[in-house]
């Protein structure tokens, strides 16, 4: 017997899957188009007024011709990070042929929180070159994450749980007055993570850092000795590969020592700079990087994986697997079946249902290959040290940095000007340059003075488009200090 309650059931499935066909054909050719003129045009456009609008849901049903237009009408304004010109922050510039990976991804719809399935193996073998590339053990475990600041609260919720005997995932830190270490130049997410795990920003201690930007390890090693005295708990350090000011590596291979001896977790932020890793100029830099307990890092950053993607590797996978697993009755494991292949994604991270991020990072990675894509690193910090050359040969800028890596921070200058002065005026400089869609630097304060700051993380710039950014920057001063 067969029902006929609902001969012609509604889904959410297409009536007419040729015209389906072809109207996500007409998607993809505007998102190639997109991706095939990003080195065009304007790096940054304001979103205009109707974009609101345009999106705003009104709760009824249109039609996908109309859902379809407004989506490439989006297409436009996004940051401007697939330009050659976009130097802020630290963004990845994204590739045309991770599209293909992402529309396999989204056709399988795979859930990676756990069970049984492909989706979950390639996330392994990912796991595994990452793990094969900073030379971890086989004791090794990771996962893949949004980005760097979530990878820091699993890497460090595993350092603070080892800390407490795992205690803590009972009955919290209790008074315990744990405490940590970084630079007064790590990046912000590892204090966000002390928060999140119930430790106070301030537990928290921010080392100077040397004329070289990196972590001073006397200061430090006075630091954990006064913190000892005064009955604190000292329990990690978290070592920087790559800060966001200067590009500096902190001298890893110390810390790890000081690690060593003082029984500390060792973590490293390597959002950037730890893919460096695959670069034959900074290779040899990040000495004591395989010495880490646990490193986090992006793939959206510098191998430029389409948003977004990161990575926590944790060397002692028991301790990781012993933070976070926890299976209620209703998500235990079986020996055989799709309940089978423990452990599960979930017991490494606290997020269950997630999606596929692994599959674009392999497909960037199998399309690519190590040797390219630490070319375009290498490549990277040849501009950002073209540019600190052109800074130095002209008499109007003013290096306020040595290039470390792929990030260069340099200021406009003028005779008469007070420094005040002239942080308002570099600071117009930028927005104009942004405003103008010239280019988009963003800026930082070196010393107090604002900079300029460059950061080349961009598969697309050319040598050509910072001779270009040092013209544009001399038009717009003098634009702006005429009157
Ligand atoms: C970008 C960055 C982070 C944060 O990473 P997200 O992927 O944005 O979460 C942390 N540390 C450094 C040094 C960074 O550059």
Not at 168 to 178: D, E, H, P, T, W
Not at 308 to 316: F, K, P, S, T, W
Not at 401 to 420: A, H, N, T
Request: aromatic share 6%; net charge negative.
């Amino acid at each position: 017997m067969t029902s006929d309650k609902e001969p012609h059931q509604e889904t959410l499935d297409p009536a007419d899957w040729e015209a389906f066909s072809t109207r996500l054909h007409s998607m993809l050719d505007a998102a190639i188009g997109k991706m095939r003129t990003a080195s065009e045009g304007r790096v940054w456009t304001e979103p205009p007024e109707d974009l609101r609008t345009k999106f705003s849901l009104d709760g009824a049903a249109h039609s996908p011709d109309e859902v379809d237009s407004t989506l490439r009408y989006l297409l436009p304004y996004g940051a401007g990070n697939t330009h050659p010109r976009f130097l802020g922050w630290v963004h990845g510039s994204g590739t045309p042929a991770n599209l293909a990976a992402d529309m396999a991804a989204a056709a399988m719809n795979a859930n990676t929180g756990g069970r049984n399935h492909g989706a979950i193996q390639v996330e392994r073998e990912v796991i595994d070159w990452c793990r094969r590339l900073y030379s971890f053990p086989e004791t090794t475990s990771g996962l893949i994450v949004s980005g760097t600041s979530m990878a820091t609260i699993i890497g460090l919720k595993v350092a603070r749980d080892s800390q407490l005997e795992f205690e803590s995932r009972k009955s919290g830190v209790c008074g315990q007055k744990l405490v940590g270490y970084t630079s007064s130049e790590a990046h912000a997410c590892i204090a966000r993570a002390f928060d999140m795990l119930g430790l106070g920003s301030d537990a928290l201690r921010r080392i100077p850092v040397t004329p070289d930007h990196i972590m001073d390890v006397s200061a430090l090693k006075e630091m954990i000795a006064k913190d000892r005295a005064d009955g604190c708990t000292p329990f990690m350090i978290a070592g920087t590969c790559g800060s966001v000011n200067a590009g500096t590596i902190d001298d890893l291979d110390t810390l790890a020592d000081i690690s060593d001896t003082e029984d500390l977790w060792f973590h490293v932020d390597g959002a950037f700079g730890a893919l460096g890793i695959l670069s034959d100029r900074l290779r040899p830099r990040l000495k004591g990087l395989e010495r880490a307990d646990s490193l986090a890092f992006d793939f959206h950053k510098w191998l430029h994986v389409n948003y977004d993607a990161g990575c926590i590797l944790v060397r002692d996978g028991e301790a990781h697997l012993r933070s976070f697993s926890d299976r209620p009755d209703y998500l235990k494991s079986s020996e055989r079946g799709l309940a089978a292949g423990s452990p599960w994604p979930v017991e490494f991270g606290p997020e269950l249902s997630r999606g596929f991020r692994a599959l674009k990072v392999w497909a960037h990675i199998a399309e690519h290959g190590e040797e390219k894509l630490g070319r375009l690193i290498t490549r990277n910090c040849e501009q950002a040290a073209y540019l600190g050359e052109l800074v130095q040969a002209a008499p109007d800028l003013e290096l306020l940095l040595p290039v470390s890596m792929q990030i260069c921070c340099f200021r406009y200058v003028r005779d008469g000007l007070s420094d005040e002065a002239l942080n308002k005026l570099n600071e117009d400089i930028v927005i104009q340059l942004q405003l103008q869609g010239v280019a988009a630097p963003s800026t930082t304060r070196i010393s107090g003075r604002l900079a300029i700051r460059v950061n080349i993380t961009n598969h697309r710039t050319r040598f050509s488009d910072l001779d270009l950014l040092v013209r544009e920057i001399e038009r717009i001063a003098a634009d702006l200090t005429s009157d």
